[in-house]
């Protein structure tokens, strides 16, 4: 990425959140003096779950790396956190990757940490189907992030247009905030995970559709840098990888349910039994098997729904922003096909 369009990008994202940026730095300087790599992220639900399951486990250290996590407030300024250097590392929606690509930023996307979106629309009292949702307004975290490319891959797989239905997109916030201000009537549906679907409905919403029962082309989250990173070589990128699998992996096998119920519990702040089941449930869910090469064809997807908000990015090569050699050598190596025999077990 050239100094100038590096400016230009940092500049129109630091505009968003000047404060947390300076969070960032700091965090940034602390992470770097300590060796440790950090991954700045977005959304904070159960799509995060192999990444705080990778850390709190010490799945990473395994592979001789040792990273730790950043919540940002949203997508943009997640990428931002990149650009200026806060963080070496994204777990990254498709949408905000191809976003950054078309802004200038030189991405490498390696590894991706679930394809299946195991979430429900929910709305408020008084809508009762689909045809209801005309003219009414969907919470989401920002536009192009992670929470909005799960809303607009299920509206797309329902049918429902948001141009004819002239849905309107509000940004409101992470998904607890979403949750509740769908409950407090604020927003009039949304697409959320399944724990967080039963909060809604506890407080009345009501499910239009289960999005887990659609069979989508999807990728969600995944792990990305900068092609010309210091701090991120091929090497880094597979150890990297491992951790994810060992996490994916770790995530299936029956035995770890409480372990992983208290990950998710402490991580997503969740007080009642059910809500810790219901999140365990989505993080099973979500990647239940190894697929986590970089899918050209979703990814292809996904840049089609973007351009409805950003039509400039129909020009992103996508050759360039996947990276398959990680993956691929884990396949070679062995490593990744003895992961599916114990993920088979």
Not at 188 to 207: E, L, Q
Not at 259 to 277: A, I, P, T
Not at 310 to 315: G, I, R
Request: proline content about 4%; charged content about 20%; aromatic content about 6%.
């Amino acid at each position: 990425m050239g100094s100038s369009s590096m400016m230009r990008f940092v500049r129109r994202c630091l505009s968003l959140a000047p404060v947390w940026i300076i969070t960032i730095f700091l965090w940034g300087g602390v992470a770097r003096s300590a060796g440790d790599l950090l991954i700045a992220y977005g959304g904070h639900n159960e799509t995060m779950a192999p990444l705080w399951v990778g850390v709190d486990k010490g799945l990473f250290r395994k592979h001789g790396v040792d990273p730790r996590v950043l919540q940002t407030r949203s997508g943009p300024i997640m990428m931002a956190t990149l650009a200026s250097g806060g963080a070496p590392l994204v777990w990254a929606a498709p949408t905000s990757a191809i976003s950054a690509t078309q802004g200038g930023m030189k991405l490498g996307c390696f590894a991706i940490g679930n394809d299946r979106i195991p979430r429900e629309l929910i709305a408020r009292k008084g809508i009762e189907k689909l045809d209801d949702l005309r003219g009414k307004t969907f919470g989401v975290q920002s536009i192009g992030g992670g929470f909005w490319l799960a809303t607009m891959a299920v509206l797309d797989g329902l049918g429902v247009d948001p141009d004819k239905y002239k849905l309107n997109m509000r940004v409101i916030g992470d998904t607890g905030t979403v949750t509740q201000a769908l409950t407090t009537g604020n927003i009039d549906a949304a697409v959320v995970p399944y724990s967080f679907a039963d909060m809604a409905k506890r407080a009345g919403a009501r499910s239009l559709a289960d999005a887990g029962t659609l069979k989508l082309v999807y990728q969600g989250t995944g792990i990305c840098a900068l092609r010309d990173s210091a701090a991120v070589n091929n090497k880094t990128m597979i150890n990297l990888t491992k951790g994810i699998v060992e996490a994916l992996v770790y995530i299936q096998e029956p035995a770890n349910k409480r372990e992983v119920g208290d990950v998710l519990k402490k991580h997503l702040r969740l007080s009642r039994d059910e809500d810790v089941e219901a999140s365990y449930k989505v993080t099973r869910l979500q990647m239940p098997a190894l697929d986590i090469a970089p899918n050209p064809e979703a990814w292809r997807r996904i840049q089609r729904l973007l351009v409805r908000v950003n039509p400039k990015v129909q020009q992103v090569d996508l050759e360039q922003l996947l990276v398959t050699s990680a993956v691929r050598s884990l396949e070679e190596s062995g490593f990744l096909p003895e992961m599916r025999k114990r993920l088979a077990r």
